[in-house]
């Protein structure tokens, strides 16, 4: 198949004052309620995007490819463009950024959990009987800071037993194996280098893991931890570098803003609503020609299994869409990072519906915006890295390739 | 654009009790009968697999490519998931697995036509007339077995002028050209080594032509052979390693035992209708969580240019459902591995329409499984490689891929 990648369209792409406006709705694509036999985007009351619809182009994306179920970090860089599968987060750098966690050059992030050993040893609970947060930040602090042949162990509580390590020194490689065995009744297993760079780190880690051994053993159920996805900040390609664009990132969850700083964008302050989302867009709107929104409740709702409440989000997006449409940008494309139905409860693999609206997109017949009625868009059925060159296309920021 | 491949899906695949059924009608897509519009499968009766159509998920299948037409083994290997032109295998191999040759390590199988030469040793006819297959099983017996420098070469008959040479003994490399010059009025080639390693499986095959010659020379007219498709059994990762799962084959022909054999399918005896097939289907239906079901009369009536009968074969397919639909699995796939249409008497590039239903699927609005209906399907089109991710996601086999 021919492969349209990031230097293909940095070769071909240019700056220019038109703006595009990507809305990633968190979970958008749905499953039909068995009682109705309609998704929450079918049940949704959404006459304005049903109207973007009818101007625009439908269709329906594949953020990782058939059959597989991403992960946000996946989800969101294929909708920038970039091969979810080649450019891969570690774990431990996703949560860092989850945390909006400042992760410097060489830092080696690693996903924990406080969990329960018995006096063997033997782990008896991966979650330390889930602690709360305020258990987790005390333990934390307890850890945190701890040098280690000079290298710094950083601890920060993300939720409940959930933490991030970063440990920060020279010479850091992150190739060594989790320390979680993701299984009860054996001991976390020691943090083994996977290639001869990684000797100190995984040296490193072991101590760490030994001191907080000591450390933890009168904190029970919270008396060990364990550690896994151990990963540096990665190097990608800025979407300046790759679309000569000007890019900002509206969210107001710090994972997505810490994804879009990934590929370069700059992180606009803003609140927790659609409106508040929407609002920070019109105030910025002169000095980027490219933005990124991001509406987090429709995937939270669906992993929350409730229909009613993804459904009601829907609505709220597409009440405020008139705050952005009366911008006028020039490109417009409303879709998801992946797929959340309800009757899942979880992320899911179904392709997620698309639509872009500019003045140089091909009409189809799509008149409501569904993922049964994107099946016959005219985008048809594509990979979601291909979005972002369609949305450069019609915003006429592409030059012909060839003579 | 992102390459899901067998390595990344045995990454995220897991064991579970859930349960998918492969049925593939060989050459099942067809072409409209003039007279009527209709393909063999709109012109059937097929109340059953249009059920499953309408609780399901329909679209089209490319094999290989669009335009590419394939042969069996592309064909299988794609909807098994390997990636039909990187898991290649040599047509001696085929030949070999499609009479239920048991091809050892190491093995080098030929596919052999008995010709007719005339006094100058030029070929004059590439099938020695068609002799019968009786003929032909007479003249593999006066040559196999023959033993050249440590090297058994065994015949065995296939069907009229083709048989199967296995060439058994150490350190034998299959990189030879054939000695078929597939066109008349010349000699058929000498066998020479394509790498080095290859010189004494040339020199081999060489002697044994010479030797052939000889004992052939008053068998007129199958006084002469041809040899061509050198090839070892190849090593493909199994199923299991792929997917986690436990696999079964249920086909009448053994060409396609072979073929599931490759991806280490278990192999269930069984009877030549497509009722016994699901018999063995019921019998064996909790010892495996996925089963290969062949329909092997699709394609031969297509070949023989037989619409009625392609028909026919159909709706015994679909009047046979139940007993599958009965067993309630998790995942029901209903495809072909290429189409034949009956008008072309032959093998063709046409995409297969594809069926898949599960309690997870999608709603679509395709209500009758056909050709033209799968146009609109959910599943749009789509190489026939990612079915079984597909398959494998609707099972609930597949974990998210990045955090």
Redesign the interface.
Known sequence: ?S???LEFIKLISFSSPSKIILIILDGFGG??NPET?K?ELETANTPNLDKLATSGTCG?IDP????????????HL?LFGY????F??G?GV??ALGIDFDLQPGDVAARGNFCSVDKAGLVTDRRAGRISTEECTKLCRLLDGAMLDNVRVLLSPVKEHRFIAVFRGEGLVPDVNDSDPQQLDIAPKPINALTPEANMMADVANQFANKAKTILAEQHPANMLLLR?FSQRPHFPTMNEVYKLKPAVIASYPMYRGLAKLVGMEVLKTGSSIEDELATLKENYTNYDFFFVHVKGTDAAGEDGDFDRKVRIIEQVDNSLPNLTSLQPDVIVVTGDHSTPA??K?????PVPVLLQSKWCRRDEVKKFS??AC??GGL??F?A??IMSLAMANALKLTKFGA
């Open positions: 198949m492969i349209v990648d499953l039909s036999g998704t329906l990782v490819g058939p059959g597989i179920t991403p992960g946000s970090g996946p989800g294929a091969d979810p599968v080649r891969n987060i774990r996703l949560e996805g009757l899942l979880s992320h899911s693999w179904h993922e049964p099946i016959y048809g059925r990979p890295a291909q």
